[in-house]
């Protein structure tokens, strides 16, 4: 039994969007009890993170620790074609992830009480980014 | 064929613990010579990695590295709530593994020949840390 | 449905090379239409990215952002056994992926139009690295 679903987050720039009840409806509505749930991003200037989801403090210190890990407009690098933020982008996407496999179980994503699954995105402008969440499992 | 099976490691502070042994077992017990393993953890402050298994050398030249990338008590960091120890760990986790999916072959892992696979305990104090192994194969 | 291949990469020394149309090959002889497809690469010192494939110059940058983040000979390490660019290696396979899965949609890989798989080999000499491929789908 496979399923699979595609669909697609508005960011407002930089920052990090909540996706866990997104992918918890395709799980839900695929019906399989135990199995894994592959979440993917189709770009390679945003990621995926697993990260703590009660205290929104976690993401903002995210973000300054990657801002200074891989700042704007450093002039190491050279792809700066789409801005100062192009190539920060991508470091920030390669350091994190861009597919998650995750355990279903009991019907639902097996995730920690404080777990959530988050779509990062790295560019300073708002983009529209595609989720593709692909749930194989059994009844 | 999909087997499930839940694991907790007891941590002592800060460090790797390999858990390669657990996850062969389970892989064993299930008796599917061909498919796919997935290893999760339900934490955000301990992750997953596959690292080198042979001389502990590493492991401790990547804890040192990890102390000078995300410091303990780094003032950038406003998520303090559970002492300095707190982002600092959020930060190693989300630079690491929460999920990894590793092949099986022949009814085991295939691992390479200095693969093992470790829970990475980000917190200085001891922790229970839950692991979910989900295997599909065939027989 | 399962399908698991293995084929070698001979690296260069440090850089990226694409392996996308070798993993295409194996999904289109397989013949799913739906399902995933896991990549994992069976070392410790090379790892997995998924990166932007069509301008050189973002893997140029992600080794100077590398070399720079993990420098070869930083008197920090201590695991020197073979070589300055010995642990730097580890480390960079952590930051990266040693396993990625990717979904598989209309019987291909569904990758955005900028993304590319790449092996990243992190040590200074040529290898050989061993990609094993596994596919699970249905028609």
Known sequence: M?????FTVATRGRGT???????????AEFGARVG???????HTSASLIVCENAD????QDL???AAR??????PMFRHTL???????????????????????????LALGTWQGVFVWEHRTHPHRRSVVVTVMGEA
């Open 2 to 6: 496979i399923h699979q679903q595609t």
């Open 36 to 42: 894994l749930c592959n979440v993917f991003i189709r």
């Open 17 to 27: 969007i909540e996706i866990t009840p997104e992918v918890e409806r395709i799980v």
């Open 69 to 74: 890990l891989a700042p704007d407009g450093d």
């Open 63 to 65: 973000e300054r620790f």
């Open 82 to 108: 789409e801005g100062p933020d192009d190539m920060p982008a991508h470091v920030r996407s390669i350091l994190t992830q861009t597919a998650i496999t995750i355990p279903v179980a009991g019907g639902a």
């Open 56 to 59: 929104p403090s976690v993401r």
